[in-house]
């Protein structure tokens, strides 16, 4: 397994049986993984594969049941965070372990603190951050509250916090998912100069554009298990998604052109002022035709959710609204109205995100098969709810998105993020909607699955159904869309057609800069980073 | 109302503000650090007990806080096994902790004393007796500044000072020491401390212990300061009442102060009005009675509907499920 | 053998259970006889421990509170040859004796020696929980004061509305720290183990009180300037004594049998000032012949004096 | 893939917990100089060895199916609704003002209309507390724990100056009229020439507790507000996202559980003592609480919990009774019950999922 070059000096990190399992499943077996110094190592592998898991057990979040950790060519017993943050380890995880309601400086001082009082901690940290953030290129405000922060400036403050600790080897876990094309780069250029400063660094990615672009090694993880790791120079990624996967995966969409139809969803004029009195949406004009695909790209937190959540039925408590929608012609009510209404209306809707809202995770799969639609008329009986025909109709679905494994009466919560997902997508395209909402339709999905859900999506336009796709992953929308458009700031900052669009001129409208129009849209200034418009 | 009125009316609700800041302080610390505490009633009511059993056999005040401070401890330790390292409903345990003081005291006090769960009344160097504050008498005289110092500010059990030394000492522990930044984020998200390398156990055990110390210093208080003994179910609901307070003061300190002052303000002039005359109707006194816990509801109801609790407060850190 | 049931303020109350409780010990001291004692613990339970006691051939039973009323007047006619007494509370069956108290003329005697006693002219009541019977004894109290002392006041208090009253010597304490901002110089507490709190807090602030049910001067001597005993311990006594001959009907224990009295005893004794003697002797003789009527607030729910 | 099986789950972790309960029980029971077999054997005598125990017992086991299937729907919706015992109080206001106002020719008719005084009581007691959380976001927890308190003061109120009768020194209303009163379970067995239970309490509100149960079960795994309630309980954005409103199953949820709760009125109030008297609850309604937790809020659970606790309280009371361990003593297992068979449930769990994860793997 091991063919990777690692030179005379001992590699930064080896990995030797590490084995952990969380009750009855097994995450790692028996895992060897060599990180030569100074290199950049990217981990592949499926849903669940058990990647997260690996990293963390590095980085002494979970203990393992079995195996060695060498750092440096040294054993080193890693029981808790704090021996691998002293053996040069930092970790930005894929869900951000920040405090919400703390300064940046209190998050980068917090258990790094140089005494029992804060003070001196915390002008420490101002100078060493002003230092870092020079060196880097990664300037925050040191005295911004962390929820104040967009996705990306919260990646800053992890990364710093790393850095803070003087990291030696940083583990990155899926970081791009929330970063936009050009945050990508700039969190790669940074990553190649830690490279080039000595430091080793292992990045987790579903995103096989990623591994090729930046890595010098890539190993593949597949149910628990190491199957590979090479040089990345001498792979593909077609041979990377054949390893991931065991089989050989298609890595585009194959689709008919769009014949659209007549317009399903008419939105003219829609705005909205959250609780908080932040003008969410800025006049929103958009429609989308039946057998149509219209895809919204833009970083997260520009509007996309609102919109979502308006059109599904339940906008944010307290919110005021305003504009008009029209769904084949006849107006839906803004307010007053809510989910269920919605969906006998005809719009079926894919959550952004699974966990949360789309499913009840302490449900079984077949009581979540008929979430939201529970109150449909054939699963009554008189009073009563018909579960045999909940679990008939659930058992149908399981077995046509192949959710795995096949079994209704599993807790939605012990399937796999992707398996999960396909519960939901199968949930709403089976319900033949004239319309369908669904975002981030294969956010954190592997690509077995994903190809699985697109197949799905265009078949619903296939069927003469409007669809409108929301993501933050712009191949995903480039190549899904029969209409692309970008939001910005609460606004559509332009429409293309997927066939005219570049990334480069998808990426200029996403950070809110129209490269048809030499100047920048009135109001707007490119400067003006996604999420500060809580400011406004 | 006239002055020394008002002062006897300040003078009350200071007395009766003294367990239940206590008391909200020590859920402070507790829900800070996200572990939910309603069992503060049971914790006082067992400090009560064991202070007032210690001091009676000791014959030491001193004696008595200490093992106040004892018994709500070893509450606390129950509290934070079943809630830290057992990861159970905070809530559920609070409410065991509860009937158990209740239960506990009884049994145990009818055992040791005959009384059905009394303690035999203390006397002399078993309470804390109240202090007069140097040149109180002589200041008295002074108008307006004098009787507030002689009769409002001296004249208190130590614990009274104590309990409000303890409002500033708060603060200070939670916003300027390494142990408060910890605290403050092992509320917010556990997973934050813990991936910076503090043991998120040893943490919100330290914070559950100091809760438990406050309560035993609140449940002290009760029975050898204000009172002479312990008599039983004597906590009389102020453990619920703190915590309405800690929710009405947003988990602040300074806030906690202040409405604590509130409910014993409140308490003291339902004492000195029990039967409010309001010109055309009276209100009775059952209601003047029931008026804390209304006010509390509308507290609750009207202005604290966008208190935040600590984001991670009431919830278990698990992570290997 | 003769038994005792307690209300469910339990055996140990330092009001009435224990006075009945030191009753039937005398009893036992005295005859070297055997009881059975029970204490409730749920309303449900009253009717059961009277059927289990009666059944088990106990004879006469015994009973304190006005609680145990309801559930005697179903019980008493299942068993004839039982005799039962009540204290409290009048249960008109052939086979119970009910034992009543006056204890508005005890009050009021109390009234009468905290309106000599008082300097200030300001008294203060505090009563537990807030139902009629303490209502008894605040109206007695302030009819005695008021004829002692016309233009004096009374300050009155109650600890709470729920059975928790009963137990809250804080409060107990504070309410009488208010009553003395108010001027009160004597307090009568007639509050249960709240009481105990107001007698300390008296002692502490250095003015008199008065106890309650049982003798409670020996409490803080010199400081309590008496209690107003009820004779519950003798009711028991003789009850016991009186066996399965125990005489049906309704037994008043007023002022004139001995039944309620104020307590004069060594703990009070320096404070009885030949004034305060005088004037409850006085209106002891008053009381007993008749010519001092006592209103009782519980035949109307209204107090003559305010 | 489950850890344990399920016949682990519901019954061997709860029993579990529930000897361990017991176990530190004997050890407090020993602390205080007495014997724990004496105790077991009166508790088990005086309550399960005569039809007479069995009618009290069952009776207590009456109220605490009514309190714990209140705890349990609350529960369900994620809401803990710890005002049991006011909404108990209230309910018994409520069978009070039906009974003594309405001129009832018989009990079978007076028994409907007074279920819904005191769950209409019960719930309204409760849907203060639900509005406040649904709409205002105070805490349920803390608002019911404050209407305990308030339901006390104006039950007090209402019974000393309102409802008690002209010279009774009693704070409680005038007798219900005899055709309201109604018909025990002895009474019953009288009419199939049975002597049992003579003199105890138990009445046909049990078979309404026990129709309660079934309903309460149906509601919750088999009707669409059931599920709604369930799904809400589980995950509020996620009933959002289904169209659930959070407001409609919080004060729906509240109202079930006070009516519920209220309902207990009938057994005690009406059924036992025939008038309204201050302090009627005696703490059933937080011992509703123990009765869902230990019934793994389960219907079924609920029954058998109420049992054991309606054996608890019987027994208890003989041990108050007949010995001299005071009553306080069923306060502390009621405590150490809730304790371990609620908070340190995963002290028991945890080992257990462990020793059946090596058997399965052994197995395997
Ligand atoms: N904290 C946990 N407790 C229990 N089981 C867990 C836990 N974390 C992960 N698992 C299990 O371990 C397996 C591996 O999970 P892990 O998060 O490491 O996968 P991953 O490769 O990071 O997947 P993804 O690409 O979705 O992030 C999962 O399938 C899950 O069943
Ligand atoms: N703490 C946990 N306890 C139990 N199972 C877990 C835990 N965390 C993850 N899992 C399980 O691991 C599997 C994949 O989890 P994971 O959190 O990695 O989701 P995911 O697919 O990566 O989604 P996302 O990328 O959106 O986080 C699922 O079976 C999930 O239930
Ligand atoms: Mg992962
Ligand atoms: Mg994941």
Redesign the pocket.
Known sequence: MQDLPTGGTPPAIELRGISKA??P?Q?NKGIDLVVPRGSIHGII??????????MSILYGFYRPDAGEILIGGKPVAITDSQTAIRSGIGMVF?HFKLVQNFTVLENIILGAEDGGLLRPSLSRARGELQRLAREYELQVDPDALVEDLSVGHQQRVEILKALYRQADILIL??PTGVLTPAEADHLFRILRGLRDEGKTIIL?T?KLREIMEITDNVSV?RR?EMVASVQTAQTSPAHLAELMVGRKVLLRVDKAPAQPGAPVLEIRGLRMVDAAGVERLRGIDLDIRAGEIVGIAGVSGNGQTQLLEILGGYPEKGAKLDGAVRLKGRDLPLTGSDARARRQAGIGHVPEDRQVEGLIMDFSAWENVAFGYHDAPEFQNGLLMDNAAIRADAMGKIERFDVRPPNPDLAAKNF??GNQQKIVVAREVERNPDLLLIGQPTR?V?IGAIEFIHKRIVALRDAGKAVLLVSVELDEIMALSDRIAVMFDGRIMGQRLPNEATTGDLGCLMAGVDPATTAPQDAITPAAAPGSEGSA | MDFPTIIQILDSSVRLMVPLLLACLAGLYSERAGVFDIGLEGKMLMAAFTAASVAYATGSAWAGLLAGIAGALALSVVHGLSSITFRGNQLISGVAINFLASGLTVLLGQKIFGLGGRTPSLEGAARFNEITLPFADALRGVPGIGPIYADLISGHSVLVYVAFACVPLTWWVLYRTRFGLRLRAVGENPASVDTAGVSVTRMRFSAVLICGVLCGMAGAYLATGISAGFVKEMSAGRGYIALAALIFAKWRPWSALGATFLFGLLEALANRFPNLDLGIVTVPSMFMNALPYILTVIILAGFVGRAIPPRAGGEPYV??? | DPALIFDLGGKFDKSFNEAAFGGAERWKAETGGTYKELEMQSEAQREQALRRLAETGANPIVMTGFAFGEVLNKVAPDYPDTKFAIIDMVVEQPNVQSIVFTEEQGSYLAGVMAAKASKSGTVGFIGGMDIPLIHKFECGFAQGFKATNPDGKVLINYTGTTPAAWNDPVKGGELLKAQIGQGADVVYAAAGGTGIGVLQAAADANILSIGVDSNQNHLHPGKVLTSMVKGVDNSVYEAFKAGADLQPGIKVMDLASGGVSVAMDDSNKPLMTPDITAAVDAATQGITGGEIKVHDYMTDNTCPVQ | MERMPKWADVILTPLISLLLAFAISAVVILAIGESPVEALKVMVEGALFSSYGWGFTLYYTTNFIFTGLAVMVAYHAGLFNIGGEGQAAIGGLGVALALLYVPWPHWALALPGAMIGAAAFGALWALIPAWLQARRGSHVVITTIMFNFIAAALLNYVLVNLLRPVGSMDPASANFPPATHLPTLSDLALGFGIEWGKNTPVNVTLFVALLACLLVWLLIWRTRLGYEIRAFGKSEPGAVYAGISPTRITVIAMLISGGLAGLMAINNVMGEAERLVLNAVEGAGFIGIAVALMGRNHPLGVLLAAFLFGFLYQGGGELALWTSIPRELIVVIQALVILFTGALDNMVRIPLERLFGALRRKGA
């Open positions: 969380f009750g499943v995450a592998g499926e849903n669940g594969a058990g990647k997260s898991t690996l894929q876990d899926e987790i579903h993880m628990g796999s993020g954190g592997d | 992570k290997e499920r």
